[in-house]
């Protein structure tokens, strides 16, 4: 048998045993054929989660001669069940792009030289020095748990800035406003079970099949073993996601709030509400003006008042949703037979009212009991690997503290000063800036009260996916005393304008540990070097802590003199990890997450141990230890009959409730107008998002060639009529304008998604067409989250070209 | 030459399923395996990657019978990762 017929061999065999395992729900035999391939072959295979998005799948990486070769949906994993998306299976390629950077980098004039890593640190360590409370730190939920912990540590405790925040801020802040003003505590009750359970799941606003493929597949395949399920896509455009559902339902933009508001009014209107569920288990909550995340306690016979004007038919009228349709979702909801999951991402999160609509579809869920069964949940799901895990359970945003604490709460800031042995008041009191706020500052001179001088960023692309780049990122680059620092592993949009560029390893050149969507930790070990002197983001962090700590900054020392990062090796000796070159001599990932994990059981968030992740696809916190030495996941917080933290007999607790009394909030929210529509001057609505083949700024993606080719570029979806009123044609170049910013690209009419007249969108994965120029920084009041789904645009027909086909 | 390890699901009804897997029979680029319920497990063997790319998120969608496809595992020639 020739190698060839080998691999074919071998891929029917995994194939084989996917099938059998998909249409039989189990293993065909005992016999692993996949492994006993493995074994015939030269490939090591390890695990690792996907590098792409918050489905969180693993991967199982074939390593050849210290290269990447393969990739394969790990078959033992639960998120997956051994399949992949096409940006999955082509993870590999992302290690070996042609213009991977290898060597830090400091702007002279208009051009880069190299320096060494030692300049580079010295530079950084500088910058903090001179002015530490205007230094500034910008990560993302592709940060690794150990990486984020060691940035929360640096900056908090070491730097005494609290002004970090991620890329999740435009991502998914407004989700954890919603739970947090709902039950008190972050991230979802229910996981991706409930997608295999439930009979009804509504999208809103969330294009899954596209976005979050592996997990949309999951519900897809369950017809095709001959299970019911019915899908309602509610949108703004078509996508893929409707071509697998039984309804769409197309809403004008901002109006989710007015249909959630109608479901509401039919459940009270028909009385399909849950009484026990809400007598039982609910409070309710409305709007304090100036707002606040608490809001104020209202009766039932209030709640009742305020819905009440939301009819059908006035529902129709403000969201375009005929009566029937919203008549048919409110017998959904008051049917107690059904169960119901909502799945939402971007389109509910990227709202100027983000924290309503997102409270406002908990609160159906728990007026109509619709929680807390198998297949019953709210949930909602992240764009990046780890926006989970590194965001919002380290708290790697301006306001947080690791384990659900917040920088406000003295006595919460008081447990992780006595965690890390530093004095007490280490911490600063003052929450930081919220991202659109430090870019604001940063693009703001120093003499006009722009407070942050120098940004760090790691692992995301703000020169790309910021909004309103032309207030709130170019600016930077003419004032004197703004210094950008950018650690990544291709020149991207942001290194463009760094003052100085670290290259850093990536995915599986590295340690890690991410939590995905559904409170899913996972652990990976580093199996391929990074290229040329590319050095992990971690080490780059603990590099500049101790280039401080020896230069005597005083706060790099904890209570006891010693370095902040001390690292030991099991006979408690310490090792110079900062020492590149004695990096690998123990695990820093280990050490430092064994470090974070007592915190995370102050909210019940317990992760499990770094070593039973080892053995793990991960694992879904809470996790805890029974009796006889197992370690157990949780699939439904808050309910009995499985979160080991609800009391007996309780039934349902939401045990960090805000009203202390174990009960959810069902809040009131008033639909309101966006903050921006069109009108004569800017008649379109403008909406922005992703493609299949491309993940997040693209930096990756459009380094595989085959991704890259399946889609080359971003365009303008426009429906055929506005192309035919404007006399544009398909492929044509045209001017797309908001009050923000202007952009020339081509026209794809119809588009992938079919958008409906008046409507335009744009991906937001090409560097070469920067849609935001365009958008909108106007945020959530209490998330801080940017709109980027609809804005006032106008498109000009601006004629073909010499040189255009 | 990329080699491809898929799953094929096929549609419930008895006449497009068994026209789907004819389809798919009569391509060369493709080796069959043994069909469990809807699922049918096959191999893609194609000429570059791009067209194995076309190929599953395009062609075998396209074909009437064919409801989803997963892949499951997929070999690159070394080097060309
Ligand atoms: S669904 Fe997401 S996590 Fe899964 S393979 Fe695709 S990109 Fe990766």
Redesign the pocket.
Known sequence: MDRRDFLKVSAMAAATTAATRMAYGQEAGALDEQVADRAADTVEWNKAP?R??G???TLQVGVDNGRVVAVSGDRKAEV?QGT??V??YHAGSILYGADRLQQPLKREGDDFVEITWNEAIGIIADRIEEDPEKFAFYGSGQWTIPEGYAVQKFMRGGVRSNHLDPNARLCMASAVTGFLAVYGVDEPAGTYTDLDECDVLINWGNNPAEM????FSRVVDRRAKGEEVEIIDMGLRRSRTTDHSQHFIRFNPHTDIAIALGIAHLLIENDTYDKDFVENHCNFRGNTDPLTLQGEEISFEKFKEEIQKYTPEHVEELSGVDADTIRMLGDRFGDPDLRITSLWCMGMNQHTRGTAVNSLVHGIHLLSGHFGRPGDSPTSLTGQPSACGTVREVGTLAHALPGGRVIANEEERGHIEEHWNVPEGRIPSEPGYHTVKMWENFCTPEDEGGDVNTIWVQVTNPGQSMPNLNNLFYPARELEEKFLIVSDVYPTATTKYADLVLPSAMWVEKNGVYGNSERRTQQWFKMVEPPGDAREDLWQVLAVARELYDRGFETMRDADGEFLFRIEDDDGNEVPVHNYNRFDEVNVDRALYEEYRPLTHYKQKNVAPYDVLVEKRGLRWPVVETEDGVWEETEFRFAEFDDPFVDEGAEFQFYHSPTGDDRALIWFHPQEPPAEEPDDDYPFWLSTGRVLEHWHTGTMTMRIPQLRRAMPQAYVEVHRKDARRLKISDGETVKLETRRGSMELPVWINGRGRVPEGTLFVPFFDERMMINDLTLSDHDPHSKQPDYKKCAARLQKIGRREGEG | MPISGLVVTLSDDEQQSTEAMAALEADDRITVGDRQKNRLPIVAETGSIDEGHRLVRDELPDIEGVVFVDVVTVKFEKGRC
């Open positions: 996907c792409f998005c489905v969180g799948c997956n992949a998306c940006k999955g979050h493929p592996v997990l």
